[in-house]
Structures are given as C-alpha cells and as structure tokens.
C-alpha cells in the first residue's frame, strides 16, 4: 500500500469550474500535509500547508483535512488554464519525520 | 536572486561515468535535500542534512554520495552511473529538520545512455 495516494487523474474541467484533487494517507501518525504544484518541465512549489483537521482557504484554493479519515483534498475554485499542472501530495510526521511522502501526483487540465 | 540553484541543469553521460551536481541555497535554511523523480513524475527523497550532518539516507545505493560542506550547500556524486539512474533531481531547502515547507532548486536533468 502505498503512504500516500492521491487520485490518479488525470483530471480535465472547463475553465471557472471547481477542480477537486483527493489524497489518502495510510500513516495515521502524519501531522501535517501540503500541496505542491508542478508545471511541466519546472520544481514543484508550494501552494497549500494544512495542519489540523477542518478547511484552510487561500484565495481560490481550499485545503480540506479529515485525520479521522486519513483524507486530504484541494479544491480550486475558478479554475483557470494557468492552474493546469501537476499537483502533488505530501505527508509528513510520524514515520515520515523529517521529510515530505509524496504522492504520485494529479495533472490537472483546465481547458477554456 | 535565486534560492536554491543546482548546477549543471543538464547532464548527458555514459554508462560507467561518474558525475556530480551542486546545489546551493541562500535562504539560511538549516535543512537541505535531495529528491529524485523518475518519468512517471513520482517524486521520492534520497537524502536530507541538517547543518551537515546526514539524517536521512533513504536505502539509496553507494553509488550516490551526498556531500554537505556548510548548512547553504550539498552536493551529490554519482559512481558508475547506471541507465537507471536517468531521472530529475531535485535540491530542496527547508528552514529546519521537519518542516514541510520546502523550496525545491531548479532540477539536474540526468540521462545515463
């Protein structure tokens, strides 16, 4: 089983659409997940850190975390072909102290 | 100014070589890391240095040595470069062991022919 699974896409939604990218976690003693987005032929960067069960918000992007679930998501409201890329995953604590478990990543394509 | 670089961007080799990639960060991060991500895009840590000292070696064969002179810089040589070993590095920096607000460098393209 994998640590962390994400969704395996790839997703495609129409420009001002809601795109909704889902993340499980297999090690309940994670604390702290994040969302990275990848272009293509670029590094990942961060866009989203979330710490504690419930929604974070940051401009168009929410973050949502169910530790009773082991569930992560991102949703992106207003989608715009800019935010077509990779998104990925990431756990970290508990037997991933110390570093980031990635996912294998969504590609998310907004199409106009 | 950038914040974390690798050098080369590129690297084109033969079976049997041995090759190294830098990597440097100016943001005074305590913690640096290495990642390699194969061409499926899975994204998989190999090492991590915390002010210099290794934490994290992540069953990654001898051939790959990291090498942490001071806290802004690792380095990570490779023996008897193998196809397999073709992928993207990633140098990463984070402000302490732990954190999982990592700025990623650039990527080293490596392919081994």
């Known amino acids: 089983q994998k640590e962390v699974e994400q969704n395996s896409g790839p997703l495609s939604v129409p420009e001002g659409a809601i795109a909704s990218l889902n993340c499980t976690y297999s090690?309940?003693?994670?604390?702290?997940f994040f969302w990275y987005r990848q272009y293509s032929g670029k590094s990942p960067e961060l866009i989203m850190s979330?710490?504690?069960?419930g929604d974070k918000e940051d401009g168009r992007f929410t973050a949502q975390l169910n530790k009773a679930s082991q569930y992560v998501s991102l949703l992106i409201r207003d989608s715009q072909p800019s935010d077509s890329a990779t998104y990925l995953c990431a756990g970290a604590g508990g037997t991933s102290y110390g570093k980031l478990t990635f996912g294998q990543g969504t590609i998310l394509t907004v199409h106009p | 100014d950038t914040a974390v670089s690798q050098t080369p961007k590129y690297l084109v080799t033969q079976m049997g070589n041995d090759k190294s990639i830098k990597c440097e960060q100016n943001l005074g991060h305590d913690t640096m890391y290495w990642y390699k991500q194969d061409s499926k895009k899975f994204l998989k840590i190999m090492f991590s240095?915390?002010?210099?000292?290794?934490?994290i070696n992540e069953t990654v064969p001898n051939r790959f040595s990291p090498k942490s002179p001071d806290k802004a810089h690792l380095n990570l040589h490779i023996n008897s470069l193998e196809l397999g070993d073709s992928a993207v590095y990633f140098c990463?920096?984070?402000?302490?062991?732990?954190?999982?607000?990592?700025?990623f460098g650039p990527g080293t393209r490596l392919t081994v022919t």
């Open positions: 990463a920096s984070s402000p302490g062991l732990g954190a999982g607000e990592q700025y």
């Open positions: 090690d309940r003693g994670s604390q702290s």
């Open positions: 240095y915390n002010n210099k000292e290794l934490i």
């Open positions: 979330i710490y504690s069960n």
